[in-house]
């Protein structure tokens, strides 16, 4: 998978970490740029087509592959976090669930063979270093990201046939909007974005962009109450 010369799509790419991606595809030469949105005019760079697109509406995301059967290179980066414990309403767990499990999902199960078609290309879903560890403020969102984990795996498994490549994407906290309020260590959304597409080069199933993703995977081969220490 060459960026130079490809044509991809970004979900959730009107801000942060999305529209990093969509910036860095043009600059490494991706000859078409679809970038997302539920409101598509919230999307103004030029160079880009903006293309409206809600991924919890099956109906939305069939009418986007519609649009977009171009398409070799499909970033699955919209999500939301909402601060849902698990013992909070269902309503919460849902939005996530239906954000940031089903959304790659219907994504990757519309686009399959739109990728196929175009030679394979290639599939990168954003997790989270939260999909191995869970807080207390991040229940849902863990939980919603874990299952996106699991799937990921799945996908690669059932996209390998028709060559296409399927690469998750763990972080611990990026520096936009979404963790505004986090008081620690955070990752530029570019050094993010600019590891993914060398990856996606690559063809790397997995990148850890940053030393939190690193730990967190590393400390789920040893002693689980050394990820929880509180409850030990």
Not at 140 to 167: C, D, F, I, M, P
Not at 214 to 220: I, P, W
Request: cysteine-free.
């Amino acid at each position: 998978m060459k960026i130079n010369g490809s044509v991809a799509l970004v979900t959730g790419a009107n801000r942060g970490l999305g529209k990093a991606f969509t910036e860095a595809l043009l600059a490494r030469g991706a000859a078409k740029v679809y970038a997302t949105a539920r409101d598509a005019a919230s999307i103004t760079d030029p160079r880009v087509v903006p293309l409206q697109l809600d991924v919890t509406d099956p109906g939305s995301v069939a009418a986007a592959a519609k649009q977009a059967g171009d398409v070799q290179l499909l970033i699955n980066n919209a999500g939301i976090a909402t601060g849902a414990g698990i013992l909070d309403s269902d309503e919460e767990l849902r939005r996530e669930m239906e954000t940031n499990f089903y959304g790659p999902v219907r994504m990757s199960r519309e686009f399959a063979p739109i990728l196929a078609a175009n030679g394979g290309g290639a599939v990168v879903n954003v997790l989270s270093a939260l999909s191995w560890l869970s807080l207390p403020t991040t229940a849902g969102y863990s939980a919603s990201k874990s299952a996106a984990w699991a799937a990921t795996n799945a996908l690669r498994l059932a996209l390998h046939e028709q060559g296409t490549l399927v690469t998750g994407v763990h972080i611990g906290y990026i520096d936009t909007d979404m963790a505004a309020h986090v008081d620690g260590p955070k990752v530029a959304a570019a050094d993010v974005v600019a590891q993914v597409l060398d990856g996606v080069e690559a063809g790397q199933p997995e990148v850890l962009a940053d030393d939190v993703a690193r730990q967190v995977k590393s400390g789920l081969s040893g002693d689980l109450r050394q990820l929880y220490p509180a409850v030990a």
